[in-house]
């Protein structure tokens, strides 16, 4: 099975900051990785997928990078809107989540 | 316009069997490329991926709960049943069906549906 890492798990930052996340995979996943953003009470949406590529409709702020085993999810100015849990999914074995990183205001 | 919507019990005894329909419009399961998942998450806790079908009848089951996991479909009711057998109090969380449309991720999502294991 393979494992995703995120890191870090809660993520304090303030508007306009530009936010990274981590997320590693236990074993290489080339770049079959996707993104989704999770507000509370709601269902995950998704953001990106294959490392890079934005689905229609997300604001260019979000992007990817990474490819094998380590992969990142930046937001290059953080809006009120971006306060969420943000979770990164393999999908080259079966598919895999991870934990989750909760990024909350500062 | 593509929506899921998730329906089953929202309370069940230890040792029962979960049994969720996923009643879906706006594609077919019988189109190349097309599969539809449940992912389930625990209150405060993370996502887990439960298992799949393709539109080719083809099905996916999670490792950890293979011997549990029952996956069907209903192309002409446009349904995708799980019954998760069995069921414990760690199995409580809210249950998601999803959309994956050609390549892995998961596009679109229903509401998901929160079923409670208690006695």
């Known amino acids: 099975d393979i494992q995703m890492t995120q890191s870090p798990s809660t993520l304090s930052a303030s508007v306009g900051d530009r936010v990274t996340i981590t997320c590693r995979a236990s074993?290489?996943?080339?770049?079959?990785l996707a993104w989704y953003q999770q507000k509370p009470g709601k269902a995950p949406k998704l953001l990106i997928s294959?490392?890079?590529t934005l689905e229609s409709g997300v604001p260019s702020r979000f992007s990817g990078s990474g490819s094998g085993t380590e992969f990142t999810l930046t937001i290059s100015s953080l809006q009120p809107d971006d306060f969420a849990t943000y979770y990164c999914q393999q999908y080259n074995s079966l598919w895999t989540f991870g934990q989750g990183t909760k990024v909350e205001i500062k | 316009q593509i929506t899921l919507k998730e329906s089953g019990p929202p309370l069940l005894k230890p040792t029962q069997t979960l049994t969720l329909t996923c009643t879906f419009s706006?594609?077919?399961?019988?189109?190349?490329?097309?599969?539809v998942g449940w992912i389930r998450q625990p209150p405060g806790k993370a996502l887990e991926w439960l298992a799949l079908i393709y539109w080719d009848d083809d099905k996916r089951y999670s490792p950890s709960l293979k011997s549990r996991l029952t996956i069907t479909k209903d192309t002409s009711k446009n349904e995708v049943v799980l019954t998760l057998t069995n069921m414990d109090p760690v199995d409580t969380a809210t249950y998601y069906c999803?959309?994956?449309?050609?390549?892995?991720?998961?596009?679109?999502w229903g509401q998901g549906t929160l079923v409670t294991v208690s006695s």
């Open positions: 294959k490392t890079s």
């Open positions: 074993q290489s996943i080339g770049s079959w």
């Open positions: 706006g594609f077919s399961l019988s189109s190349s490329g097309v599969a």
């Open positions: 999803a959309l994956m449309i050609r390549g892995g991720k998961f596009n679109y």
